[in-house]
């Protein structure tokens, strides 16, 4: 895996968090709707004709489930992107639907500083920036929703790291 990230992957993961930061309403209709997985391919395709076709991105593997922690907890809004082949690059994104507010995180693609083998890394984008959550679950939906389940259950979770940039 190499440091050079793809253009279509990585903006359609800052553009979907920025769009579900923004206008969390919009967002949930649109992704949650029976139609959702529609809209998900037509936003990657209308994306990818700005690039030049040596960073797009085909398609392949993109996936909106509705899944909900718990038998009372929050419901996640899933949306599977094409498997990451780069530093960053997200495998799932999920929008996490709390009582009055939206979180929005993703599992992405990393490499470890130590001996350089392939991990995953959960992050949260927000407003002011981006939260490192630190080493990421298997880069498997279930476990993914296990790990978001376990974070947002946990009252005293803090981030490994936070970057500041401008995302709503």
């Known amino acids: 895996m190499t440091d050079t990230t793809r253009a279509h992957h990585m903006k359609a993961k800052y553009m979907l968090a920025s769009s579900a930061l923004q206008d969390p309403v919009w967002f949930v209709n649109t992704f949650a709707a029976d139609s959702g997985e529609e809209a998900l391919r037509k936003f990657w395709r209308l ?42 690059e997200a495998y799932y994104l999920a929008a996490a639907l709390l009582p009055g507010k939206l979180r929005f995180f993703c599992l992405e693609s990393s490499v470890s500083a130590t001996d350089g083998s392939a991990m995953t890394v959960l992050a949260e984008l927000a407003p002011e920036g981006r939260y490192n959550w630190g080493p990421g679950s298997a880069a498997e939906i279930r476990d993914f929703v296990e790990s978001l389940g376990a974070l947002l259950s946990d009252a005293d979770a803090r981030p490994l790291s936070f970057v500041e940039m401008q995302l709503a």
């Open 47 to 88: 994306l990818g004709e700005d690039l030049p076709a040596e960073d797009r991105v085909e398609a392949e593997g993109l996936q909106v489930d509705r899944v909900r922690l718990g038998a009372d907890g929050p419901k996640l809004l899933v949306l599977t992107l094409p498997a990451p082949r780069k530093r960053n």
